[in-house]
C-alpha cells in the first residue's frame, strides 16, 4: 500500500525566510506525486506535480519540489516567504491500482507566516 | 467555468437524522471522489467511483453511501450519522486518464458537517 507522511503538523516562518516542507512516500512502484494547498475555508488547490523527467518540478507562487527517489521524498520550497503562503500544505501520491487509482494524502502541515 | 460544486457548505445536525450532501461537476470526469479530512490526518478517501454505476470503497467508507446514476453527480449519503463523522468533507473529480497520466484532480469547495 502507497503512504506518505508529512514531517511537523505545524510550520512557523517569518515573511521573506525559506519555506520548506517535508514529505516522504512509500510506493512499490514509480509514483506520481503532488503539492496541493488549501487556503482558509477553501478546496484544494494543485500547486505542483511530478510525474516523469525533470525531478525539480516548479509550481505556482514561486514553490518548487523536487523528487528524490533515493530518499522517496518529495520536499516543497519556496526561498521566501509571503503572508499570502499561509495555509495548509498536503503532499499526495497517486495509487495506481487494478481496482481503482486514488489520492493518498499525507497529514498536511499548516504553515504560519509571521511579519 | 469548471467546477466541482458541492452542498449544502456548512450543515449541523442531530445523530441518526438522514442526510446527503451532494456534489456535481461540469466537467464531463469519469473519475470522482469523496474525502474526510480531519486534523493530522490529512484528507481520507471514503469513496469513489470510475464511471456511472461503478463504486468501490476508499479507505473509511463505514457509516457512508454513495450513487452514481448519472456521470455529473456523485452524492455521500449518511444513513445514521453519528458524532464521529462530525468532518470536513471534499469531493474531487479527475478524468480517469488523467489520474493514470499524474493529472490533477478538481476538489470542491467542501462541506463542513457537525453531527450533534
Known amino acids: 500500500a502507497q503512504s506518505v507522511t508529512q514531517l511537523g503538523s505545524h510550520v512557523s516562518v517569518s515573511e521573506g525566510a525559506l519555506v520548506l516542507l517535508r514529505c516522504n512516500y512509500s510506493s512499490s512502484v514509480p509514483p506520481y506525486l503532488f503539492w496541493y494547498v488549501q487556503y482558509p475555508n477553501q478546496g484544494l488547490q494543485l500547486l505542483l506535480k511530478?510525474?516523469?523527467?525533470?525531478?525539480l518540478v516548479k509550481g505556482i507562487n514561486g514553490f518548487e519540489a523536487e523528487f528524490k527517489k533515493s530518499e522517496t521524498s518529495f520536499h516543497l520550497t519556496k526561498p521566501s516567504a509571503h503572508m499570502s503562503d499561509a495555509a495548509e500544505y498536503f503532499c499526495?501520491?497517486?495509487?495506481?491500482?487494478?481496482?481503482?487509482?486514488?489520492?493518498?494524502f499525507g497529514g498536511g502541515t499548516r504553515v504560519l507566516v509571521k511579519p | 467555468e469548471a467546477q466541482v460544486t458541492q452542498n449544502p457548505r456548512y450543515l449541523i445536525t442531530v445523530t441518526g437524522k438522514k442526510l446527503t450532501v451532494t456534489c456535481s461537476q461540469n466537467?464531463?470526469?469519469?473519475?470522482m471522489s469523496w474525502y474526510r479530512q480531519d486534523p493530522g490526518l490529512g484528507l481520507r478517501q471514503i469513496y469513489y467511483s470510475m464511471n456511472v454505476e461503478v463504486t468501490d470503497k476508499g479507505d473509511v467508507p463505514e457509516g457512508y453511501k454513495v450513487s452514481r446514476k448519472e456521470k455529473r453527480n456523485f452524492p455521500l449519503i449518511l444513513e445514521s450519522p453519528s458524532p464521529n463523522q462530525t468532518s470536513l468533507y471534499f469531493c474531487a473529480s479527475s478524468t480517469q486518464s488523467g489520474l493514470l497520466r499524474g493529472t490533477e484532480a478538481f476538489f470542491g469547495q467542501g462541506t463542513r458537517l457537525t453531527v450533534v
Open positions: 466537467m464531463n470526469h469519469e473519475y
Open positions: 511530478y510525474t516523469t523527467g525533470a525531478t
Open positions: 499526495a501520491v497517486i495509487s495506481i491500482k487494478a481496482a481503482g487509482n486514488k489520492l493518498t
